[in-house]
């Protein structure tokens, strides 16, 4: 490939949320990439975006969902034109469980082009003994005859790892989303009165997966014991109307529900916040902990949190506690109320961390990846000790460094 080649991608994922439309847009500006994004479906019945003009390199194909399989399950039969428009360097390919991945997968290798896959970490999820055969049969494809693995986060590294075994590379390439309105709020933060208690922030869906009333019980825990502090929880969802009956009457009106907004409008709102809280039960990555890091605010999240791993150094830039654990969240919501000053001194942290994880960050990663795949054909050779594979280093973020990440 010379110099001034620029390599063809093909990417095929679920649905343009706002956070992938702009990692795509990215990686579209990137002088070595030339990307083209078809997605599965335009939207998901839990999902309430803005429909958004799609670019030129971008459309959604026609097709349905099969939901009664997995939440968007889509077969979209046009992928197999898509496949055969034009002779792509490599495709990415998300979301293996749905219909047109598996079709997608299996039309890839056999014509010897090669593939990678973008997810999240498989098996988290416990099912029956016929939703583990159908997920053993759907993960066929990655062990066999996926050329690399991108992985959602270090714990989607160790899972992929297991799964397709030392034979191919599997590379740390998380979400990234554009982070630019979160990045200029000022820091630190203007001061405030100091009649005002630590502010608390919550975005997310409304549903038991988010841990939100795990995270109503830990606040009233820090209530009596602070009289200023103040949780805004932002999101929508079918549990709203349990958790807000679930607040007690003495503390309702320290217990905000703000509504779901859309991307637009979130940075204001994390800008009128000191500490962000993500109690999730369990979530493959978490795109908002990306935001709030560049907001400059210390985060609480579990250790089931996908981005926890790779977003959340404890005791520089926040803290991670078990998931469901009210006393463990409300321990660490109370070392802000008794300790004011790690507010800024982690939200500096976060702030710094942030550089790390830019869309431009991720498209750079995206063409890093896209170059070894492509030198190496359909299957990675094999990964070394030493960390490479066919001769070229396999880079992975590491954990954060002080207050600075690596890649």
């Known amino acids: ?73 889509c077969l979209n039969p046009s992928v197999l034109r898509e496949l055969r428009a034009e002779p792509w ?9 749905t219909l047109t991945a598996q079709v997608a997968m299996r039309y890839l290798t056999w014509h ?37 693995i991108a992985a959602i986060g270090t714990r989607a590294v160790r899972a992929y790892r297991e799964l397709v075994g030392p034979d191919v590379p599997v590379c740390n390439i998380p979400y990234h989303c554009d982070l630019s309105r979160y990045l200029a709020i000022p820091r630190p933060r203007e001061p ?41 929880l932002l999101g929508d969802g079918p549990r709203l109307s349990r958790y807000r009956q679930m607040v007690s009457a003495e503390w309702r009106d320290r ?26 039960r369990y979530d493959g990555w978490g795109v908002v902990v990306n935001e709030a890091l560049a907001a400059g605010m210390p985060i609480l999240a579990t250790s089931s949190v996908g981005a926890a791993a790779d977003l959340v150094v404890p005791g520089a830039n926040g803290f991670v506690v078990p998931p469901g654990d ?6 660490a919501m109370m070392r802000f109320v008794t300790e004011p000053s790690l507010v800024e001194a982690f939200g500096a942290c976060s702030r710094r961390m942030a550089a790390d994880w ?11 990846l896209c170059q070894r795949v492509r030198r190496q054909g359909r299957r990675g050779s094999a990964v070394a000790a030493d960390g490479t594979a066919g001769g070229a280093p396999v880079h992975l973020p590491g954990r954060p460094c002080g207050c600075g990440t690596r890649f």
């Open 1 to 73: 490939m010379s110099p001034c080649e620029r390599i063809r991608v093909l990417i095929l994922t679920v649905m343009p949320s706002p956070y992938q439309r702009e990692l795509f847009e990215a990686m579209a500006a990137h002088p070595g990439l030339d990307v083209r994004v078809r997605y599965y479906t335009g939207s998901a019945p839990d999902r309430q975006w803005n429909r958004a003009t799609l670019p030129s390199h971008s459309r959604i194909m026609p097709g349905f969902a099969v939901h009664s399989i997995a939440r968007c399950c």
């Open 89 to 97: 360097d490599l495709v990415v390919v998300g979301d293996y469980f």
């Open 112 to 148: 010897g082009v090669p593939w990678v896959l973008w997810g999240e970490a498989p098996g988290i999820h416990a099912r029956g003994r016929l939703g583990r055969w159908l997920r053993r049969r759907a993960q066929g494809p990655v062990r066999r005859a996926a050329a690399g």
């Open 192 to 232: 405030r009165a100091a009649s005002s208690g630590v502010r608390f922030l919550f975005s997310g869906q409304m549903i038991p997966r988010k841990g939100v009333d795990v995270l109503i019980r830990a606040f009233e825990q820090v209530c009596p014991r602070d009289s200023r502090a103040t949780l805004t």
């Open 255 to 280: 217990v905000r529900f703000a509504g779901f907004r859309q991307s637009e409008d979130l940075p204001a709102i994390f800008a009128e916040a000191d500490v962000f809280v993500l109690p999730s």
């Open 326 to 331: 009210a006393g463990a969240l409300a321990g």
């Open 358 to 368: 830019t869309v431009e960050r991720g498209a750079e990663r995206w063409y890093e």
